[in-house]
């Protein structure tokens, strides 16, 4: 399939998922944000990982200083300038997301990745290693076996086969958490309901949605992003509450007009709001191709001349016609791709040719380059 075939295909997609018009499409209030301190909270720790089949760090220092702290937790001091040889052995980064309202006891699901030498942490056991948050408190400890999706092998001439990265994997239900995180849910009188992208008639939206289901004066907009929500009461009047307002239906407004182009695919996504105004769009292809034909030159019999190479160049440069194109005022989406597609430009010339009716003001839509 030619770049050009796959970019009529791609907007004819467009063109059917929005259709000429977009129509209101109503959401979830759950679908649309979250209330503030319902987070998770990220988690790190340093680890060592032992078992393994000659493919771990060798001697690197921060594995060794590692190796040495962990064995010094049985009561084991090596002798000064003594150092292990850390073949079996990796440093490793682990990392976890606590969910809100975890319980101390309750497991989690944690990634351990090598951060030295380890060619492979397959068969790997992680030794027990503590998981801070972002305020040095320990939230948990993780021990366990890895499971490891890749797979790394070495010969002796040299030659490697590696499949996916084999030197990262996880560990189901290797850490416990040990410390709960205070959210504040249960304090103060509202919750507050945070938007996932500022938008105020959205949000005046959800706000009218949850006085209509609760009374006048349950909820009111803080700004573009955030509603308050009148609350009392413990947790479980508090819970309800929040269960009854997610699970409210809100009409979502029609998003601001934007085309995305990532630079280095070429993908371009055109939303339903973008409108064009009145425009001349012509795109022109000139190719020019070099045709080297060198010819051998031989000297004459008994002569003192060398053969040699004679060049011959033919250069030829050819330009396709390319018909200008009328944009109506206020064009739509539609209109916007029927026109593209009768232009046949590839994914690269549509980029400059947005950029240029950017450029000229008939272009009523943020773009953006990602």
Same mark, same amino acid.
């Given at each position: 399939?030619?770049?050009?075939?796959?970019?009529?295909?791609?907007?004819?997609?467009?063109?059917?998922?929005?259709?000429?018009?977009?129509?209101?499409?109503?959401?979830?209030?759950?679908?649309?944000?979250?209330?503030? *301190?319902?987070?998770? &909270?990220?988690? =790190?720790?340093?680890?060592? @990982?032992?078992?393994?089949?000659?493919? /771990? #760090?060798?001697? +690197?220092?921060?594995?060794?200083?590692?190796?040495?702290?962990?064995?010094?937790?049985?009561?084991?001091?090596?002798?000064?300038?003594?150092?292990?040889?850390?073949?079996?052995?990796?440093?490793?980064?682990?990392?976890?997301?606590?969910?809100?309202?975890?319980?101390?006891?309750?497991?989690?699901?944690?990634?351990?990745?090598?951060?030295?030498?380890?060619?492979?942490?397959?068969?790997?056991?992680?030794?027990?290693?503590?998981?801070?948050?972002?305020?040095?408190?320990?939230?948990?400890?993780?021990?366990?076996?890895?499971?490891?999706?890749?797979?790394?092998?070495?010969?002796?001439?040299?030659?490697?086969?590696?499949?996916?990265?084999?030197?990262? *994997?996880?560990?189901? &239900?290797?850490? =416990?958490?040990?410390?709960? @995180?205070?959210?504040?849910?249960?304090? /103060? #009188?509202?919750? +507050?309901?945070?938007?996932?992208?500022?938008?105020?008639?959205?949000?005046?939206?959800?706000?009218?949605?949850?006085?209509?289901?609760?009374?006048?004066?349950?909820?009111?907009?803080?700004?573009?992003?955030?509603?308050?929500?009148?609350?009392?009461?413990?947790?479980?009047?508090?819970?309800?509450?929040?269960?009854?307002?997610?699970?409210?239906?809100?009409?979502?407004?029609?998003?601001?007009?934007?085309?995305?182009?990532?630079?280095?695919?070429?993908?371009?996504?055109?939303?339903?709001?973008?409108?064009?105004?009145?425009?001349?769009?012509?795109?022109?292809?000139?190719?020019?191709?070099?045709?080297?034909?060198?010819?051998?030159?031989?000297?004459?019999?008994?002569?003192?001349?060398?053969?040699?190479?004679?060049?011959?160049?033919?250069?030829?440069?050819?330009?396709?016609?390319?018909?200008?194109?009328?944009?109506?005022?206020?064009?739509?989406?539609?209109?916007?791709?029927?026109?593209?597609?009768?232009?046949?430009?590839?994914?690269?010339?549509?980029?400059?040719?947005?950029?240029?009716?950017?450029?000229?003001?008939?272009?009523?839509?943020?773009?953006?380059?990602?």
């Amino acid at each position: 399939m030619t770049q050009r075939s796959i970019l009529i295909a791609f907007l004819a997609l467009l063109v059917a998922g929005f259709g000429f018009a977009a129509p209101a499409s109503a959401a979830r209030i759950k679908d649309m944000g979250q209330f503030q *301190g319902m987070r998770t &909270n990220q988690l =790190t720790g340093y680890g060592i @990982v032992v078992g393994l089949a000659g493919t /771990g #760090d060798d001697s +690197l220092d921060y594995a060794t200083l590692g190796m040495k702290g962990a064995v010094s937790r049985f009561g084991l001091t090596l002798p000064p300038g003594v150092n292990p040889a850390l073949k079996n052995a990796a440093a490793v980064m682990i990392t976890a997301d606590l969910p809100p309202f975890a319980k101390p006891g309750q497991r989690l699901d944690i990634t351990v990745s090598a951060i030295g030498k380890a060619k492979s942490l397959r068969g790997g056991t992680l030794v027990l290693a503590p998981l801070y948050g972002a305020d040095g408190q320990i939230y948990a400890m993780a021990q366990g076996n890895l499971v490891i999706g890749g797979l790394g092998v070495d010969a002796a001439d040299g030659s490697k086969l590696t499949v996916n990265v084999p030197s990262s *994997g996880r560990i189901a &239900n290797g850490a =416990t958490i040990e410390r709960a @995180v205070d959210t504040g849910f249960a304090y /103060g #009188d509202h919750l +507050l309901f945070n938007l996932h992208q500022f938008d105020a008639t959205n949000a005046k939206r959800v706000a009218d949605a949850i006085n209509r289901a609760l009374g006048p004066g349950a909820a009111t907009m803080v700004d573009g992003a955030s509603i308050s929500i009148r609350a009392g009461g413990g947790g479980d009047e508090r819970m309800r509450l929040v269960s009854l307002v997610e699970n409210l239906d809100v009409v979502r407004a029609e998003p601001p007009a934007k085309v995305i182009v990532n630079a280095r695919t070429g993908t371009v996504v055109i939303n339903g709001a973008v409108r064009v105004g009145t425009a001349a769009v012509t795109q022109g292809k000139l190719t020019v191709s070099i045709k080297e034909s060198p010819t051998v030159v031989q000297p004459a019999p008994f002569s003192r001349g060398q053969t040699a190479i004679e060049p011959s160049s033919e250069i030829e440069a050819t330009e396709d016609y390319r018909p200008a194109f009328l944009m109506k005022p206020t064009a739509s989406l539609a209109e916007l791709v029927d026109a593209i597609n009768r232009m046949g430009v590839p994914p690269g010339d549509l980029v400059a040719i947005l950029e240029a009716l950017s450029q000229a003001g008939a272009l009523t839509a943020e773009l953006v380059i990602i």
